[in-house]
């Protein structure tokens, strides 16, 4: 079975985030970028199926996305057998300043996998910085393939696998799903294995990442960005301050005067 | 249009939410409201809200399941030619959403929180990058998708009054070349504790850094004598068990007090914790989502905090 994982590389939650100066975009050059976490369950789900056995795992990036070689090579040192790195063989396609769109990205990768089919394809149920939909359901309809997003678990079964699909309030559905497929992973079945720093630097010395250049068919028009905004969190919650003593006597007086905390 | 969920004979309170922000859409443009319902009929008693229920019964629409739904909602797309179509931003809308954009040829918008007509325009707001980002989106073209996020709308106030008009839509051939189907429905493992009935929470988000870490937390639930609950990110590092996940993808909570520990505060946990009587986050990003919705907040950093707590409710 071959088992292709497209992963891509977002802006780390922990930054300050800025907006271009037309106001309709993300200001990317100094972001630090780190790999969209669902991207790393879905790795981690389809390396468990390759533990199985008679499984290839291949990770598949885009060029153009920011710290995309390491993650791959950290792909690889994980276990995968093979990373390529996709890039627009069209001349003059670039990212932009806003990242690739997902209608955009699902094309490229629908123009890899008709030249070199996957029998699964396992990626994030969703990246953080998409407000144009999610990378899994639109490449399966891009390839005519059946597709299950917010998966917990995928097990190979016969000539299909069974998928572990969840709702809200951890009811969930087991699924038994025909090859090919798409499949948008949740989380993995356990937590995404680590890789050594040391073997990182192995893969990455030792090479290994293949670079393809595909032509994609022209993506769908999708939203059309008017403006970024940050939300208003200031004026809601009232601000505790001083020190931690003096924070921690005005929590416990709150949870004293609810009846929540038992004493004066 | 919006689309039902429905589980076990009981359509979503989401679905509500979404049918009153269509009805205030379908009132700016003069049009109606209608509902798909994919599923056994019987469930258009409880969408009275709506003004057509547009039904597809097929055995294979009896549960949800992705390409059974995909197909029949399709169909009905092709038949009804609505304006928006609204799906909810949980595993429904997730999971069918972005198909249906490329099937029906329809730009969308995900992660909504707001949405309406600007000099005929449509456009939405989705909350990205985990709540820290609100991004305005046209929606241009004659149709539209938006999955909206839980909480974002009231839900209107025709509720079940079962007065819609129903129109039945055959079921579409591909429902009997399916290459899916459904083998069992799961319920929910039951824990060593329900957290959804605690009085209060301590709770633990990707602000904690490392598995070890918990131990001062879970120290000081065991000196408030509440349950130690947790964001997704935790859980899924498997730190803690599912049971005791609050969110969208775990569980509802309504505690008397819910206290946040390193917890951004994404839209989707958000959703599981809105309705806590009080909500005190501790988070040392001043920009935190979170703060948008507590109660009470403080930037002090939580492990010079939950020390000092654990310290004042021995004492």
């Known amino acids: ?264 | 249009m919006v689309l039902a969920e429905h589980t076990a004979g009981q359509v979503s309170e989401g679905t509500h939410e979404l049918i009153g922000k269509a009805a205030e859409l379908a009132a700016v443009l003069g049009g109606a409201t209608e509902v798909a319902l994919l599923g056994p009929r019987a469930l258009a008693d409880q969408l009275g809200d709506a003004d057509v229920v547009v039904c597809v019964e097929h055995p294979a629409l009896a549960e949800y399941l992705p390409e059974a739904y995909e197909e029949a909602l399709l169909e009905v797309l092709a038949q009804r030619s609505p304006r928006l179509l609204l799906m909810s931003n949980a595993t429904v809308g997730l999971d069918l959403g972005s198909a249906l954009s490329v099937r029906w040829e329809a730009p969308l918008a995900a992660y909504v929180a707001a949405l309406g007509f600007d000099d005929g325009a449509l456009v939405a707001t989705s909350k990205i990058l985990g709540g820290k980002v609100l991004a305005e989106v046209e929606l241009p073209g004659e149709r539209a998708i938006a999955t909206v996020l839980g909480g974002a709308f009231s839900a209107g106030a025709g509720e079940g009054g079962g007065g819609a008009e129903i129109l039945g839509v055959a079921p579409p051939a591909a429902l009997d070349a399916l290459r899916m189907s459904l083998r069992r429905v799961v319920e929910p493992d039951a824990g060593d504790v329900d957290i959804a009935a605690a009085d209060m929470l301590v709770s633990v988000g990707r602000g904690i850094e490392t598995q070890d870490n918990l131990e001062i937390m879970a120290e000081l639930a065991d000196a408030l004598g509440v349950p130690l609950s947790a964001s997704r990110p935790v859980v899924d590092a498997g730190w803690l068990p599912k049971t005791r996940q609050v969110g969208q993808s775990g569980l509802k909570v309504k505690p008397r007090a819910y206290l946040a520990f390193g917890i951004s505060g994404a839209p989707e946990h958000l959703e599981g914790m809105r309705g806590a009587e009080l909500i005190v986050a501790c988070n040392t990003d001043p920009g935190a989502p979170i703060f948008g919705i507590a109660h009470y907040g403080t930037t002090v950093d939580l492990f010079d905090l939950v020390p000092e707590l654990v310290d004042r409710v021995h004492n």
């Open chain 1, 1 to 264: 079975m071959r088992i292709v994982v497209p992963m891509k590389s977002v802006p780390d939650l922990v930054e300050e985030i800025e907006f271009t100066a037309d106001g309709t975009g993300i200001e990317r050059e100094q972001l630090k970028f780190v790999l969209n976490e669902w991207d790393a369950q879905a790795l981690e789900e389809a390396l468990l199926l390759r533990d199985s056995g008679g499984v290839e795992v291949v990770a598949v990036g885009c060029a153009v996305d920011p710290e995309i070689d390491q993650i791959l090579y950290t792909a690889l040192a994980k276990g995968a057998d093979a990373a390529v790195r996709l890039a627009d063989a069209r001349a003059g396609s670039s990212s932009g300043p806003a990242g690739i769109p997902v209608a955009a990205r699902a094309a490229l990768l629908a123009a890899y996998l008709e030249d070199q089919p996957a029998d699964l394809v396992i990626s994030g149920v969703q990246a953080p910085d998409d407000p144009d939909g999610q990378l899994p359901p639109t490449l399966a309809a891009l390839l005519g393939l059946p597709h299950v997003s917010v998966a917990v678990g995928v097990e190979a079964d016969g000539d299909g696998v069974t998928v572990r699909q969840e709702f809200a309030g951890g009811l969930s559905h087991e699924l038994w799903v025909g090859l090919p497929a798409v499949i948008g992973v949740q989380s993995a079945r356990q937590a995404p294995r680590y890789a050594p720093i040391s073997r990182i630097r192995q893969t990455m010395s030792a090479g290994g990442l293949g670079e393809l250049a595909v032509t994609p068919r022209e993506p769908q028009g999708g939203p059309v960005p008017r403006r970024m905004l940050q939300p208003a969190t200031t004026g809601h919650a009232e601000m505790l301050t001083g020190s931690p003593g003096d924070v921690a006597d005005q929590i416990v007086e709150l949870l004293r005067s609810r009846g929540l905390v038992k004493g004066e």
